[in-house]
T-cell receptor
Framework: AAGVIQSPRHLIKEKRETATLKCYPI?????VYWYQQGPGQDPQFLIS???????DKGSIPDRFSAQQFSDYHSELNMSSLELGDSALYFC????????????FGAGTRLSVL | AQKVTQAQTEISVVEKEDVTLDCVYE???????LFWYKQPPSGELVFLIRRNSFDEQNEISGRYSWNFQKSTSSFNFTITASQVVDSAVYFCALSRPRAGANSKLTFGKGITLSVRP
């Protein structure tokens, strides 16, 4: 079965650069979530979308923005990168809102040097 | 506010031993869902189970079993006859209803399980 696809899997950037992470949800899934997992930490919710509209926002820095496109894929844009942004970024998708199971992608490991 | 506590940070067992991973949660909601996810060394998060707040029936899936007790706000996970492939970080998570919004997951800090041959 098709899973959540995230690209790239690894990304190395310098401070103050920008990065774009992409997420392709499971086919027919209309809801996307982004989480950030720092080293040795639990995943922290950043932002979510339902039917291409932003649905909820967590502790996402103003330097980050995201959107969900008409084909339901989502992109997380990160600008003015800082060392502290180095983390594993997960995208998850679900069918509909509520308590539906969130299926996670393999993550994008971002390293800011 | 909701919170998930996984007091055990690291557990090491020898293969074939049984091991229980503890999860205690806090929420004021009467309707909520609890989850367990596995994060193997490769890094991905793998869904294991979802349980709603109205279903206290224990569940067994192969070597895995879950014990949900609302009276103690616990949702513990037991692996029977552990195997080396069970070595991973295990996260317990909580989701609560939000009107007009998606139900984000609140994770515990995770438990690192090492199964030695």
């Amino acid at each position: 079965a098709a899973g959540v696809i995230q690209s790239p899997r690894h990304l190395i950037k310098e401070k103050r650069e920008t990065a774009t992470l992409k997420c392709y949800p499971i086919p027919r899934h209309d809801t996307v979530y982004w989480y950030q997992q720092g080293p040795g930490q639990d995943p922290q919710f950043l932002i979510s979308f339902y039917e291409k509209m932003q649905s909820d926002k967590g502790s996402i820095p103003d330097r980050f923005s995201a959107q969900q496109f008409s084909d339901y894929h989502s992109e997380l844009n990160m600008s003015s990168l800082e060392l502290g942004d180095s983390a594993l970024y997960f995208c998850a998708s679900s069918l509909g809102r509520g308590f539906n199971i969130q299926y996670f992608g393999a993550g994008t490991r971002l390293s800011v040097l | 506010a909701q919170k998930v506590t996984q007091a055990q940070t690291e557990i090491s067992v020898v293969e074939k031993e049984d091991v229980t991973l503890d999860c205690v949660y806090e929420t004021r909601d009467t309707t909520y869902y609890l989850f367990w996810y596995k994060q193997p060394p490769s890094g991905e998060l793998v869904f294991l189970i979802r349980r709603n707040s109205f279903d206290e029936q224990n569940e067994i899936s192969g070597r895995y079993s879950w014990n949900f007790q609302k009276s103690t706000s616990s949702f513990n996970f037991t692996i029977t006859a552990s195997q080396v492939v069970d070595s991973a970080v295990y996260f317990c998570a909580l989701s609560r209803p939000r009107a007009g919004a998606n139900s984000k997951l609140t994770f515990g800090k995770g438990i690192t399980l090492s199964v030695r041959p």
